[in-house]
């Protein structure tokens, strides 16, 4: 079955970056782009960006640009995804979920990793 | 702000059929699918709409999704308790180049 297994919590230091893993198993990982959503507490969901193993393009949104960097390891069938230059407002619950191609949907979720940002 | 528009709440009793409404635009809804996800206290998402009104496997069909011009709409009918999560549409945005959500709908079974 679908797996997307997320590292664990982190607390960070504002101006700090962190570097959150989802290692994929039970499917074809190549085949499948990833994208990143966050969730600040008690509050909604959050495009961070995406990635296809295949080739490693990624597709960051516009608010993430300049400060966050998705990456594959398609030996481990693992990405990553780095957010740098953390304050306050990064802290949130951040999830990978597969991205079929084509299909406009996030079909599976990890776990998700919560990242607190203090000082 | 979200650029997706969910009422906040919405509530019904077990049986009833409850609607949760997603008001976007011409550049998010008014020409890209809907997706609909749902979520329980302190649990990952879980795709439950997708294409505006297909349903994954193992998503019961009291469920179902919904689109008309910028707006989309999730359904679900014969309420039950174990419904009461909150709720997020979304959709890919041709303006701002990314997926964007709405600020999701907290359901309440009474």
């Known amino acids: 079955q679908v797996q997307l297994v997320q590292s664990g919590a982190e607390v960070k230091k504002p101006g700090a970056s962190v570097k959150v893993s989802c290692k994929a198993s039970?499917?074809?990982?190549?085949?499948?782009?990833l994208t990143w959503v966050r969730q600040a507490p008690g509050q909604g969901l959050e495009w961070m960006g995406w990635i296809t193993p295949y080739n490693g393009k990624t597709d960051y949104a516009q608010k993430f640009q300049g400060r966050v960097t998705m990456t594959t390891d398609t030996s481990t069938s693992t990405v990553y995804m780095e957010l740098r230059s953390l304050t306050s407002d990064d802290t949130a619950v951040y999830y990978c979920a597969r991205d079929p191609p084509g299909l406009y949907q996030f079909d599976h979720w990890g776990q998700g990793t919560l990242v607190t940002v203090s000082s | 702000q979200s650029v997706l528009t969910q009422s906040p709440s919405a509530s019904g009793t077990p049986g009833q059929r409850v609607t949760i409404s997603c008001s976007g635009n011409s550049f998010n809804i008014g020409r890209k699918t809907v997706t609909w996800y749902q979520q329980y206290p302190g649990t990952a998402p879980k795709l439950l709409i997708y294409?505006?009104?297909q349903r994954p496997s193992g998503v019961p069909d009291r469920f179902s999704g919904s689109k008309s011009g910028t707006s989309a709409s999730l359904a679900i009918s014969g309420l039950q308790s174990e419904d009461e999560a909150d709720y997020y549409c979304?959709?890919?945005?041709?303006?701002?180049?990314?997926?964007?959500f709405g600020g999701g709908t907290k359901l309440t079974v009474l």
């Open positions: 294409s505006n009104n």
């Open positions: 979304a959709a890919w945005d041709d303006n701002l180049f990314g997926w964007v």
């Open positions: 039970g499917y074809t990982f190549s085949t499948y782009g």
